[in-house]
Every structure is written in structure tokens, then in C-alpha cells.
């Protein structure tokens, strides 16, 4: 029978109960092989056998430990790449739903989210395009940037911790994440109309998000300006430490962007306005 991949969800070798249940439904469709990745791998790989997965793969890289979405979209495409799996089930929860998106940008697959059962006419179910998948992990990878940003600079007293949290936050997401960067503010998605428009919506997001924090007396037309030029100083400053490949600590290259930025706000003056 054809092998159907299922992307165990396990705490620290401890499946969850949804994996068992991604296994059941994975008989309804093939031969179940079970995919165990991040610290404690092994250890779930036994009890995914015990349960009846068929195979069962292993990565314990490191990169693979915590949230960090692409490397195991990664790790997926080259399975499904190798296996040319009938299906590959993954959990319905965020960063299932995000690694799915993905792996179906990766490998040109359809994409089925919150199915409660599957069966193989279910499999043929997709979005309208590809183009609308796009869509859909644009909106969903610059949506979770956006709630980083802002919770990070909810969490600050001043207008100086403010800055300085938000690029801490803009830079984590980079670093943790380079082909969400990439993904997001990639020549391939800037060259279409569409896409790029989306994404200039994001950044219009980000720079709302900013402008309250520019504590200067002048006008909201410039404070939008300011607002979008700094946005652009995490942009640039990230695209060419990801481009080239640097390890950084993100947390100090926000400190110092911030320092720079705090430095030139503070240098701001009020925009004299014409004289009727």
C-alpha cells in the first residue's frame, strides 16, 4: 500500500493524542510512517511503533528543537521528495497548519486545514491555485511577525523600551526563522503585482504599529514617513545578515538599530507648516 507520512506532535518524547489519532486515519489511506523530529525523537519513535506506524523517521538536529517552523517544512520536503508519500497528515494546530502551508509551497501539493476526517477523495481538495495558497502563507507568516511586533512593544513602559523591544522582536523572528524572511520579502514575491501588494500591506501594518512610539511633535503625515523608514531599517539591516548567512544575536542588533532610531527621533523637529 502507499505510505502515508504523519508528523508526530510529542513533548519531550511524550506523543500527544492527536498523533495516535493522525495514525488511525492514516490506515483509513495507506501504510501509516510516522515522522519524529526535534529533542526526544527517539523516544516517541518506540511508542509510534508500538502503535502500529509501519516507519518511523528520526531527526534529532538541533534546529529542529522549539517553534521554529521551517526547518522542519524542510525536513518534510525532503521526505515527501524521497517517499512521494500518498498524504502527509499533520496536526491542526498553528504551527501544524503553518509547516502544512509550507511543505505545500515547497513540493506544489494541495492543502487540507482543520479536516476532522480523511478519506482519499478529501485528498484532492485544495486551494482554487497555488496562487491562492501563496496568498494564504503570506497572510498568515506576515500576520505572525505583526503579533510579535505588537505584543513585544505592549509589554514596554516608554517610548525608549518601546522601540528598542519591537526591533528585539522584528530581529527574533528573523533569526529563528531566515526562509520566513525570505519568503515574505523575496524578489519572487516582490515581482508580482499581487503578492507584492500584499506584503506592502504588511509593511503599512508594521509602520501603523510603529508610529504611536515616535514621541515627536510633528504632523501624522510625517509621522507615517518616520514610521516606514524605520520599518525599512529592520528590512534592510535583516536582508543583508540573512544574504550573508551571518549567525547573529538578534537581540543585540536591535539594541544597537534601536539606539540609532532613538537617537534620530530624538533629533526630530516639528515640521513648520506653509503659511496660507
Not at 66 to 89: H, W
Not at 130 to 152: M, P, W
Not at 207 to 218: F, Q, R
Request: proline residues 4%; negative net charge; hydrophobic residues 45%.
Amino acid at each position: 500500500m502507499a505510505e502515508v507520512l504523519v508528523l508526530v506532535d510529542h513533548v519531550d518524547g511524550a506523543p500527544k493524542k492527536v498523533s495516535y489519532e493522525l495514525l488511525t486515519l492514516a490506515r483509513e489511506l495507506g501504510t501509516p510512517s510516522a515522522v519524529v523530529l526535534g529533542k526526544g525523537a527517539s523516544a516517541a519513535a518506540e511508542k509510534c511503533a508500538a502503535y502500529g506506524a509501519a516507519t518511523v523517521y528520526v531527526c534529532e538536529a538541533q534546529e529542529l528543537d522549539g517553534f521554529l517552523v521551517g526547518p522542519k517544512a524542510s525536513v518534510l520536503a525532503q521526505l515527501v521528495a524521497d517517499k512521494a508519500p500518498v498524504a502527509v497528515l499533520l496536526p491542526s494546530n498553528v504551527e501544524g497548519k503553518e509547516i502544512a502551508a509550507r511543505l505545500a509551497v515547497k513540493t506544489g501539493s494541495g492543502l487540507i486545514t482543520d479536516a476532522v476526517g480523511v478519506t482519499k477523495p478529501v485528498l484532492y481538495q485544495h486551494f482554487d491555485s497555488k496562487r491562492d495558497l501563496y496568498q494564504a502563507l503570506i497572510d498568515e507568516v506576515g500576520e505572525r511577525l505583526l503579533g510579535n511586533i505588537a505584543k513585544a512593544a505592549a509589554e514596554a513602559t516608554d517610548g525608549k523600551s518601546q522601540t528598542e523591544l519591537g526591533f528585539r522582536a522584528y530581529f527574533r523572528w528573523v533569526a529563528e526563522d531566515h526562509d520566513a524572511f525570505r519568503f515574505l520579502f523575496g524578489s519572487g514575491t516582490r515581482r508580482d503585482d499581487e503578492f507584492n501588494a500584499a506584503v506592502t500591506r504588511i509593511t503599512a501594518e508594521a509602520a501603523k504599529a510603529v508610529a504611536p512610539l515616535i514621541a515627536v511633535d510633528i504632523d501624522e503625515r510625517h509621522r507615517t514617513t518616520i514610521a516606514h523608514s524605520l520599518v525599512g531599517m529592520a528590512e534592510g539591516a535583516s536582508r543583508l545578515l540573512v544574504d550573508r548567512g551571518d549567525e547573529f544575536d538578534p537581540d543585540e542588533i536591535a539594541h544597537v538599530v534601536a539606539d540609532l532610531a532613538w537617537a534620530g527621533l530624538r533629533a526630530v523637529q516639528p515640521v513648520s507648516q506653509p503659511k496660507a
